[in-house]
């Protein structure tokens, strides 16, 4: 289902995109309208990665016997922690840190565990996956009536890593065949911004389009009034 709010319009673009700290000379804010502006922000959590279990155990009858034949994965971040229950979108990076893929969750660890429980009913090597790893973001929206946040955030952070992987890779590597258009920000327009330690930093460029610079704290965000080409 597409957000509501705003043209769909898929057009044909190349450009970047930027969110972080910077010294680079840049827009100022803030524009007319931006303190309303409808705004979603980042919060980017991890890495996570793949953590092989050997220790299943199953009934034969009675009795419960080690199955050392069975490997399980479980996803962690660098404390042993699980991947959490939060939704969100979040970002699958090979093993030099590119991405090669993005999307939403409704809850991070039931996406992640599907994905590795399909890899062991199908009998395949689990070391497979110590190639990968999983950044996530959970998502702030303000107003908190703004609908649909999951999907802007998608919609926006695909777009981003497509333009990037189309410019910047001698051999592209994204995986998502949808929502790697450009599009036209919603009613409202639209405000990105980012925060927490684990921001990748592929997503800093400083010749993104709608890119500005907060006077009150140095950060810089993304912002398009409302029909504006996002990320053409």
Known sequence: MRPTGGSWRDVRGTGDAFVGRGRASLPVDVGEGEAS??????????????????????DSGGQMIPATWIKR?????GEGNLMGEWQGVYIVENDTNSPVYAG?????????????DAMHELSLDPTLLQRYQVRIATLKISPMNYPRKLDWAERWLVRFLFRRDQLKSPTPKLQNISL?????????????????AAIPQYLIDPKAPGVKQSKATGEYYYSYSQGKLVLP
């Open 104 to 116: 939403k969750a409704g809850n991070f660890r039931d996406r992640f565990n599907s994905r590795s």
């Open 37 to 58: 502006m409808p705004t979603v922000t980042f919060n980017w959590k991890g890495p996570y990665k793949p953590w092989t279990l050997t220790d299943c155990k199953v």
């Open 180 to 196: 790697t258009a450009p599009f036209e920000a919603p009613e409202g327009g639209l405000k990105i911004q980012f925060t927490g």
């Open 73 to 77: 994965v479980e996803w962690r971040n």
